[in-house]
T-cell receptor, first 109, second 114 residues
């Protein structure tokens, strides 16, 4: 019940394309769903986050879609750029942050 | 605003040796976390402090790992004795207290046990 399952494990997208990463959870007590971006040798950095009372949140090229009934949420990266190449983690809380397994995104120029 | 500071950045030790990591959180952040990130995996919470009290240490291998946050500010994480499977990046994070508050991560300490 404390798991957050993330897919795909890796993703290759052409520059300008849409990157989509999915996460699923089971614990209905989760009330905060952030996405973190991590570059090699760096700690994770918050990208965007959503609460379950909202179905979608957009910040620039990054959008979270949230489906409370399905207990799923996803990250969409529009107009993907080579600089977006990184590992992305979904997470959920309350209390402690539970992380997904990560998705390594490669955006080809 | 200064970020979460961690030291050292890298550490190589032999198995059965001991090692300590240090973390200084962002000023004013009452909550401090230590995560273990094994290569290719998501971070796993080892211990969470609220000020100088432990909130969650359910996944801390207490026979070899210990952590303290004596004055409610900086924190140390110790491993004694280290095992090969402890090779990982140890991340410290901090946040204000409360639902939905963002956790800020340090750059981590990469530990290699040989």
């Amino acid at each position: 019940q404390q798991q957050v399952k993330q897919s795909p494990q890796s993703l290759i997208v052409q520059k300008g394309g849409i990157s989509i990463i999915n996460c699923a959870y089971e614990n209905t007590a989760f009330d905060y769903f952030p996405w973190y971006q991590q570059f090699p040798g760096k700690g994770p950095a918050l990208l965007i986050a959503i609460r379950p009372d909202v179905s979608e949140k957009k910040e620039g090229r990054f959008t979270i879609s949230f489906n409370k009934s399905a207990k799923q949420f996803s990250l969409h990266i529009m107009d993907s750029q080579p600089g977006d190449s990184a590992t992305y983690f979904c997470a959920a809380k309350p209390g402690k942050l539970i992380f997904g397994q990560g998705t390594t995104l490669q955006v080809k120029p | 605003e200064a970020g979460v500071a961690q030291s050292p950045r890298y550490k190589i030790i032999e198995k059965r040796q001991s090692v300590a990591f240090w973390c200084n959180p962002i000023s004013g952040h009452a909550t401090l976390y230590w995560y273990q990130q094994i290569l290719g995996q998501g971070p796993k919470l080892l211990i969470q402090f609220q000020n100088n009290g432990v909130v969650d240490d359910s996944q801390l291998p207490k026979d070899r790992f210990s952590a303290e946050r004596l004055k409610g500010v900086d924190s140390t994480l110790k491993i004694q004795p280290a095992k090969l499977e402890d090779s990982a990046v140890y991340l410290c994070a901090s946040s204000f207290t409360g639902a939905g508050t963002e956790a800020f991560f340090g750059q981590g300490t990469r530990l290699t046990v040989v």
